[in-house]
């Protein structure tokens, strides 16, 4: 199974399976992918097909850089991830999307509150 996440380095886009497959071994690349005479189907980094995924693979770690991943310092859940969270009671209804809060601590009361809990017990 392929998927984005092992294609695309979003740490180091220039690490990037999709910019490093088909690049000759000669430029540093893995010459997985060939043309139908056996060569390598981006020959350098100069060639303008690399150079456009690479731009591609450098805007996501931009935007990532910007969105933020859950692991990553400075994320904060997306709007609707909190508004869920109000209406199932795991936050209070004055909760503000907008201020930090331990959104993991959201997601284990979440989560616990499928625990089965005789009452009682």
């Known amino acids: 199974m392929r998927t ?3 294609m695309f380095n979003l740490t180091r886009p220039e690490l990037s399976m999709m910019l490093l497959a088909p690049l000759s071994p000669d430029a540093g690349g893995y010459g997985r992918c060939k043309n139908a ?3 390598p189907v981006i020959a350098g980094r100069d060639d303008a097909d ?5 731009a591609l693979s450098e805007a996501g770690k931009r935007r990532l850089d910007e969105i933020k991943r859950f692991d990553m310092p400075g994320f904060v859940p997306p709007a609707p991830y909190t508004r869920e969270m109000k209406r199932y009671g795991i936050l209070p209804p004055d909760t503000n999307p907008a201020q930090p809060y331990d959104f993991r601590a959201a ?6 509150s499928f625990v089965f809990s005789p009452a009682g017990k």
């Open 4 to 6: 984005r996440h092992l």
């Open 37 to 39: 005479d056996g060569t």
């Open 50 to 54: 690399w150079r456009t995924i690479l």
């Open 107 to 112: 997601d284990l009361a979440y989560w616990n």
